[in-house]
Nanobody, 121 residues
Framework: QVQLVESGGDLVRPGDSLRLSCADSGSIFSIDGMGWYREAPGKERELVAR???????NYVDSVKRRFTISRDNAKNAVYLQMNSLKPEDTAVYYCNADIRASVSSTYMNYWGQGTQVTVSS
């Protein structure tokens, strides 16, 4: 059973930094793309950042030059370093990954349970 568990969400002030972590556990043979999405109240879930197995990254325009996504393949983990946080970054942040559970299985998409990030003065 594959599980993605996020951590690091908090209440912070504008301009502060946070680092979100997501650890994948369970039966994992390999992980392809990993990413972070967010869902603000009244808005649709949106892609924040994504990183391929080779380390190529892409970001939504609103977080470029402020957020950095990274991964540790040995730990089956993905991180999101968020700097210069703004009130509009307030949302539930979800970890997402394409995981192959065994050598005989195909890649499936998994979601974490979400972690709340609130930016407020």
């Amino acid at each position: 059973q594959v599980q993605l568990v996020e951590s690091g969400g908090d209440l912070v002030r504008p301009g502060d930094s946070l680092r979100l972590s997501c650890a994948d556990s369970g039966s994992i043979f390999s992980i392809d793309g990993m990413g972070w999405y967010r869902e603000a109240p009244g808005k649709e879930r949106e892609l924040v950042a994504r990183i391929t197995s080779r380390g190529n990254t892409n970001y939504v325009d609103s977080v470029k030059r402020r957020f950095t996504i990274s991964r540790d393949n040995a730990k089956n983990a993905v991180y999101l370093q968020m700097n210069s946080l703004k009130p509009e970054d307030t949302a539930v942040y979800y970890c997402n990954a394409d995981i192959r559970a065994s050598v005989s299985s195909t890649y499936m998409n998994y979601w974490g349970q979400g972690t709340q990030v609130t930016v407020s003065s």
